[in-house]
């Protein structure tokens, strides 16, 4: 579990004197929220229905939001009342600018937790006193946040300036629209660079329109509305909230004042979602690849049905895993006649809004997967199409008491038969020397593997060099198309692994992503997956880079207090204009440049996905490149590696 910033505030502090701040009496600190977006929404509620609201709120999961105001002289929550009267999630104020702590946020905040209940910090932003990375570190500095799976990611509130009527400006902080975005924006950066997750956005519809002018740009954000008509007046940009605040009046058992009341879209699958879970830092086991489920030949199930539409298939490996395995990594393929996707996740846990694979009606496609594991170690497979039938091949596993560290390279082509060797025929095999690029004691090693050119339908298997042959596949060819697949294979003899070629001819291209050593490199820690980018709701800035093409860059949320090196995503294109390549290298540069590697290769109109394990720049960064034309991006993280425990 890892921890963020944590400053101990004792209740001592409630009793000082005001806070004055360039020259402002700073009175509102106590205040969940300002008195100006409480009467705004007040004068909402009374041009539609005041009695609707709460019952609009009902059939939804309910939560409080709390600050100072909320312990009238002193006085305690009673947490373990709260969640005992339904109550399922808190929002605490933590900050306030960059000068005001609240001195219970610690105490309620480890109250609610113990009572069972999600907790989340808020900021209360003050724009015109300081910059958004200033406040954003002075917020993240105090707030404990925790990848626990019991508290959701940070939120910003920006809203109605509480002191317009002292500091000389207005309820937009004397900003334009545009400094307003840019503050926000620099804001939120700094918490995602620090925490590692996406934070929340509470605001309202109106404040948002007035000051912002309405920007779309923090879509991806989840978004805490205030709004307390029957129904919620969303702020344009998102379609829909994640949660909603409905009330600033609700009578809460265990609470001596008036409470804000909230609902949670979605029930306890959202309060899930958000609520992002980190395992524990792990090494990783290599080992031979295994088949551990064939829908099509019942392993590992008890039929040889194909999965329909929204159907799912559990996979139990506690029996293959140890106890202490965070994380899977296995090779999955889907054959199915309908178009379609295949979610992998562990049992017991809500389906994340991610795919792992993408694939077209009549296909056959791998893809490696690196999946998070609960203490049962087990796992769901879904699938969005009727007819499809599920492949799984064990690849090995990550666990706190294994030794071998990943060390990411630069991706470095080290076989191209197009240019040595020849294509390798049908039921041929290929030796690919790797003593050159992994050194002395290297247990496994990342590669993109891609077939070129394949004379009929084929697969073809990486194993250890020196080992028998598994009955397994690492890549799936249809035709000639290029097509890529990650994978992470054990070393054989002389630090080489074997390529299979099945059916006819096909050329092969081999790129090295890194290699795991013991005692040497960093540690995996998986996570809830996240969607990090997809551009098809948005106008992403694409930056062109020497030697051609264009490359975007992308923060993939790695804890930078934590010594990130590394990351693991899933990366879908999706529709590109023309045939191209993708490849995702570490962003150490101001300016993209083509690059000799490829992680997905893409024809016209389709959509793939691929597995992706990167080194990260400055920022755990990295550079999202596309060779031709133009090509939506979907990138979902699967967890980074770190450098220290």
Avoid at 101 to 126: K, L, V
Wanted: charged residues 15%.
């Amino acid at each position: 579990m890892l921890v963020v910033g944590a400053v101990p505030v004792t209740a001592a502090a409630a009793d000082e004197g005001p806070i004055v701040v360039n020259g402002v009496v700073r009175d509102n600190v106590d205040n969940t929220h300002s008195p100006q977006l409480d009467a705004a929404q007040e004068q909402e509620r009374a041009r539609g229905s005041a009695e609707e609201a709460p019952r609009a709120a009902t059939p939804h999961v309910r939560g409080i939001d709390v600050a100072s105001h909320q312990h009238p002289k002193g006085a305690a929550i009673n947490w373990r009342g709260v969640a005992g009267a339904g109550y399922r999630f808190a929002a605490v104020k933590a900050s306030e600018g960059n000068y005001y702590t609240n001195p219970y946020y610690t105490g309620d905040r480890s109250s609610a937790r113990t009572a069972g209940m999600y907790t989340y910090a808020y900021h209360f932003a003050i724009p015109n006193v300081s910059s958004g990375r200033t406040q954003a570190g002075y917020f993240v500095d105090r707030v404990g946040y925790q990848q626990d799976g019991r508290t959701l990611p940070p939120a910003l509130d920006i809203e109605w300036n509480p002191y317009a009527d002292r500091d000389g400006t207005n309820a937009c902080y004397g900003l334009s629209k545009s400094q307003m975005v840019a503050w926000i924006r620099d804001f939120l950066a700094e918490v995602r660079r620090r925490t590692g997750v996406q934070p929340i956005i509470y605001t309202a519809a109106y404040w948002w329109r007035d000051c912002t002018g309405g920007t779309s740009a923090f879509s991806g954000n989840p978004l805490w509305v205030a709004s307390y008509a029957a129904k919620p007046r969303m702020p344009s940009g998102w379609p829909t909230y994640a949660i909603w605040q409905h009330t600033s009046s609700a009578t809460v058992p265990g609470i001596s004042a008036l409470t804000d009341g909230n609902i949670v879209r979605g029930g306890e699958n959202t309060l899930r979602a958000l609520a992002v879970r980190s395992s524990a830092s792990a090494g990783y086991t290599a080992v031979d690849p295994v088949r551990v489920l064939d829908t099509r030949n019942a392993v590992g199930v008890g039929s040889r049905t194909p999965l329909g539409a929204g159907g799912t298939v559990l996979l139990d490996l506690s029996r293959r895993l140890p106890r202490t395995a965070t994380a899977a990594v296995l090779n999955v393929t889907g054959m199915t006649s309908r178009a379609g996707y295949l979610t992998v996740w562990p049992n017991g846990t809500p389906r994340p809004p991610v795919s792992n694979l993408n694939l077209a009606a009549g296909e056959t496609r791998p893809n490696l997967v690196t999946v998070q594991l609960t203490g049962e170690r087990k796992l769901r497979l879904f699938s969005s199409a009727s007819g499809t039938h599920v492949l799984a091949d064990l690849a090995g596993w990550y666990a706190t008491d294994a030794t071998p560290l990943f060390t990411a390279h630069t991706p470095r082509r080290v076989l191209d038969t197009r240019r040595t060797g020849g294509a390798v025929g049908p039921g041929a095999s290929r030796r690919v020397d790797l003593s050159s690029v992994v050194p002395t004691g290297a247990t496994a090693v990342t590669l993109t593997v891609t077939g070129v050119g394949a004379a009929r339908p084929t697969f073809v298997t990486a194993w250890p060099t020196g080992r028998p042959r598994p009955r397994v596949s690492t890549l799936n060819l249809a035709d000639g198309r290029a097509t890529p697949n990650l994978v992470t294979v054990r070393l054989g003899a002389g630090r080489s692994v074997n390529l299979y070629n099945h059916a006819g001819s096909v050329h092969l291209l081999v790129d090295v992503a890194g290699y795991y050593r013991p005692g040497s490199g960093a540690r995996f820690v998986a996570t809830t997956p996240r969607r990090l980018i997809d551009t098809r709701g948005g106008r992403p800035t694409w930056v062109p880079a020497s030697g051609g093409g264009q490359a975007l860059a992308l923060n993939t949320l790695g804890q930078a207090a934590f010594g990130v090196t590394g990351t693991v995503l899933n990366l879908t294109g999706v529709s590109p204009s023309t045939g191209t390549f993708m490849t995702v290298y570490a962003r150490t540069s101001a300016t993209p440049a083509r690059p000799r590697s490829s992680n997905l290769n893409l024809v016209t109109r389709q959509t793939a996905s691929t597995l992706v394990s990167t080194a990260v720049g400055p920022g755990s960064t990295v550079w999202v490149y596309s060779n031709a034309g133009t090509v939506h991006l979907i990138a979902d993280v699967a967890g980074y590696f770190v450098s220290r425990r």
